[in-house]
């Protein structure tokens, strides 16, 4: 067991020696490490199968190889009546049969597809003998004893054969036939026919056990093409859009395919020979279209479309051919003869796109290349002996070329996911730092939202003591237009006695000039006159006092503008700490603003209006009483004398023009009492759109509110999400 044991070492000390980079995360230095392991230990195992077989058929050595006293018969053996080739009956004579040399496709074959071979067997002890013969094209039977020992596919007299077994094969020989000849009874439609590899005679169990080790080799190499194709397919259906894991799949299946049924186990072990060959046929029709789908995403990576299309056109008369063979052999291997070409050129274009590739620098056409280049070494080592080409001859060693081919795509695939796996990571990390950034950023939008929240809860503060300081202006300037629709009325009353006092004034000049014969109705007349005027002066004394109330009605509107101002001014300010957020609130402030000063402009009119009435009306007050002792002294002088009628007379017509100048004035006067009226009104109205408008202001102060709590909402639950996230990661 020291053989077997130095590629073990070999292989444990080139795993040792693997190098993983440094800048590479844990997850990828693991699956470069289980890669690596898997590598190793196949290889190994492999290498345990090659070299076991050649050290236990030293020991074994008993089969005889069979390669003197061959002869031939071209064309078919007529049948005797019972049913068995008379042929077979002159086995041992020489009529008809040449000689030939062992292992070569006899000589002068012209267009027989039938040919018998004569191969003497020796004597021996053999307790069950049997008869090895490797590479048979294409159906043969073997007769031994006068009697058939061995079928192996279907033979057509009219028409073509049917293969079944591609491999070796191993025929039970009867003890009488020993020291007789065997005869093989062959038929080929291919161009070549006949035996191409060692015959052996010996044991039946010491031949096939040699044989069975000799073929664990591709048999494993096989297998592992199978469960690598299981696992590519596997990532193919995860991955979908990867086609060349499919192709990788499909060239793995076939390459496994086809060395199962090489290896010739699983006749030996199980009979299934028939269906052994009807996954090599599948293989050989699925082969090369999944080596150009591979070629065509992994080297290409579709870049060319006529590539591209040629490959899915290819695919589906491979699929079709497949479907063929599987169904009928017979059918299938025909097919395969005019598609066998085909496939060879499409594996030509293949290689030389594979070679323009590695030749422009792509490492994975380099891969390529590498394994195919070991691929063909191995096909020419298989195929030039069998047709003669060289003398040497290694036998069947196309399963390391397989094994080869696959194993530089599985290199491209690692290759590649080694790649995609430093992306993610690459991805990954920007994805942390992102992250980060928004974790910081939603840091940020929550002390944000909080200062926003402070900023806002302050305007809103502002707002309701805004509100109540305009609602109370509003309610002071209600209550004034009231005072001043009153004073109106009081004018109105005034103006009319005044104009029944200029009648009477008038009446009383008529009565003066008519002369002392009205002198008793002038004194009654003068008498209802100073009453009326005391009245008047009272009347124009409680105006002054209600003109005076107006001032200070007008004073308090004036304090409201003020504070009003003083207000905008504040909100204003605020305003403009609050940024982008209260531009809008300022807008309102300004508004407010030009309001209070409309209101004080208003007030000063109104307060300069007042004065002038105020004025007047104590002018008419002072006129008044003078009027009254006028008429007193006039009634005096009347009850005195009638010669002071004129001056009487004079006196009047002076109190006649009082009493205009007074009706004059309670004119004007009531003229300002309305323009007041209206100043307060439309005072009063921009008051109500104020309120209004703070109103809005506190509806919009309330939304901005809602709105810095739904950001802290949302950056709490971003943090929360995140926290999470990290938790989930960590465990």
């Known amino acids: 067991m020291d053989v077997p044991r130095a590629p073990t070492v070999r292989a444990t000390n080139s795993l040792n020696s693997f190098r993983i980079p440094h800048d590479s995360s ?41 390669v003197e006293g061959w002869r031939y018969r071209w064309g078919d053996s007529p049948v005797g009546a019972d049913g068995v080739p008379t042929w077979v009956k002159d086995a041992a004579g020489q009529q008809g049969w040449r000689s030939m040399e062992p292992l070569k496709e006899p000589p002068d074959r012209g267009d027989n597809t039938f040919v018998w071979i004569s191969i003497p067997l020796p004597e021996g002890t053999w307790n069950e003998p049997a008869l090895f013969m490797g590479e048979v094209t294409n159906a043969i039977e073997v007769y031994a004893g006068g009697r058939l020992v061995y079928t192996s596919g279907r033979m057509n007299r009219n028409g073509r054969e049917v293969s079944e077994n591609l491999a070796w094969h191993l025929a039970s020989l009867p003890r009488e036939a020993l020291g007789q000849r065997a005869l093989l009874r062959i038929q080929s439609n291919n161009p070549n026919i006949g035996v191409f590899q060692s015959v052996q005679v010996g044991a039946h169990h010491e031949l096939l056990a040699t044989h069975t080790r000799d073929g664990q080799v591709p048999f494993v190499t096989g297998n592992l093409l199978l469960a690598v194709a299981l696992g590519a397919g596997g990532a193919f259906i995860i991955h979908w859009r990867r086609r060349m894991l499919a192709g990788l799949a499909v060239f793995a299946a076939s390459g496994g395919m086809v060395l199962l049924s090489l290896s010739g186990l699983p006749g030996a072990l199980w009979g299934a020979s028939a269906l052994a060959t009807k996954g090599m046929n599948l293989g050989i029709f699925l082969l090369v279209a999944g080596l150009m789908a591979f070629v065509s995403d992994a080297l290409l990576d579709n870049r060319l479309v006529w590539f591209r299309k040629a490959s899915a056109g290819f695919s589906v008369i491979s699929g079709l051919g497949a479907f063929i063979a599987l169904v009928d052999l017979g059918t299938g291997q025909r097919l395969q003869i005019h598609f066998m070409p085909i496939a060879l050129l499409v594996l030509l274009v293949c290689l030389g796109i594979a070679v323009g590739e590695a030749w422009r620098g792509n490492p994975d056409a380099r891969l390529f290349v590498a394994g195919f280049g070991i691929l063909v070494i191995s096909l020419a080592v298989t195929v030039l002996p069998v047709i003669g080409a060289v003398d040497w001859n290694f036998g069947n060693v196309t399963h390391w070329g397989y094994l080869a081919l696959t194993l530089s795509l599985l290199s491209v695939v690692a290759r590649r996911s080694i790649e995609m796996v430093r ?60 005072t001043v629709k009153e004073i109106r009325r009081s004018s109105l009353m005034t103006a009319e006695k005044a104009s029944a006092l200029a009648a009477s004034a008038e009446n009383a000049e008529q009565v003066g000039r008519e002369g002392t014969a009205a002198l008793e109705r002038t004194l009654s007349d003068l008498a209802a006159i100073r009453t009326e005027v005391s009245e008047m002066a009272r009347r124009i004394l409680a105006l002054d006092e209600r003109t005076r109330e107006v001032s200070g009605i007008v004073d308090s509107v004036k304090d409201l503008a003020d ?155 971003t943090l929360k999400a995140k926290d999470a996230a990290n938790a989930a990661a960590v465990r």
């Open 26 to 66: 844990p997850r990828t230095r693991r699956l470069l490490r289980g890669l690596a392991r898997i590598a190793t230990w196949s290889c190994t195992l492999l290498l345990l199968l090659a070299l076991t077989p050649g050290a236990w058929a030293a020991e074994a050595g008993q089969p005889v190889t069979l």
């Open 423 to 482: 992306a993610l990571e690459l991805h990954t990390k920007q994805l942390e730092e992102r992250q980060h950034e928004v974790r910081s950023l939603a840091e940020r939008m929550g002390t944000g939202a909080g200062e926003l929240a402070t900023v806002v809860q302050q305007l809103r503060s502002s707002s309701d003591q805004q509100t109540e300081g305009v609602s109370r202006q509003a309610a002071a300037l209600q209550e004034a237009e009231q």
């Open 563 to 717: 504070q009003s101002n003083m207000l905008a001014i504040n909100a204003a300010i605020e305003a403009a700490r609050s940024g982008e957020s209260g531009r809008g609130f300022g807008v309102v402030a300004r508004e407010m603003r030009g309001l209070a000063d409309q209101s004080i402009q208003a007030t000063h009119r109104i307060r300069a209006v007042l004065d002038g009435v105020s004025k007047s009306m104590r002018e008419a007050a002072l006129s008044s009483e003078k009027g009254d002792e006028r008429v007193r002294q006039s009634l005096d002088a009347v009850r005195t004398s009638s010669a002071q009628f004129q001056e009487l007379a004079i006196i009047i017509a002076d109190t006649g023009a009082s009493v205009r100048q007074i009706t004059a004035a309670v004119s004007a006067q009531d003229a300002g009492t309305h323009q007041m009226a209206q100043a307060i009104q439309e005072l009063s109205g921009q008051m109500q759109r104020t309120l209004k408008t703070v109103q809005e202001t506190q509806e919009a102060t309330r939304s901005v509110q809602s709105l810095a709590e739904s950001m802290a909402g949302m950056a709490t639950q």
